[in-house]
Nanobody, 123 residues
Framework: VQLQASGGGLVQAGESLKLSCVASGHPLSSYGMGWFRQAPGKEREFVATIAWSGTMKNYIDSVRGRFSISRDNAKNTLYLQMNHLKPEDSAVYYC?????????????????WGQGTQVTVSS
């Protein structure tokens, strides 16, 4: 499967962005999906995950209540709605697909990665 992330940009603190990740080559419904992010000089960290059917989700504590992960398997698209953005949310955001884990939260859980989309939040 190939993943193409988009939707990043430059926003002010408190504003919103919605990221998208389109899958091609294989149905999105076959995979557990996740979003990760990587800020300069930091490790890539887990942000959110959603199971194959969309019924189970998990988030890191720092985004819980502000971010919402969703998927539309019919459109082969994964989303991340990000509200009340903070400067510390600035990073390159990556979508990822897992063949094994329905909602994994670590990098080894995922087998396929998108190219990343930059999110910058100014204070």
């Amino acid at each position: 499967v190939q993943l193409q992330a988009s939707g990043g940009g430059l926003v002010q603190a408190g504003e919103s962005l919605k990221l998208s990740c389109v899958a091609s080559g294989h149905p999105l419904s076959s995979y557990g999906m996740g979003w990760f992010r990587q800020a300069p000089g930091k490790e890539r960290e887990f942000v959110a995950t959603i199971a194959w059917s969309g019924t189970m989700k998990n988030y890191i504590d720092s985004v819980r209540g502000r971010f919402s992960i969703s998927r539309d398997n019919a459109k082969n698209t994964l989303y991340l709605q990000m509200n009340h953005l903070k400067p510390e949310d600035s990073a390159v955001y990556y979508c990822a697909a897992s063949e094994r884990s329905p909602y994994g939260s670590t990098r080894p859980d995922y087998h396929y990665w998108g190219q990343g989309t930059q999110v910058t939040v100014s204070s």
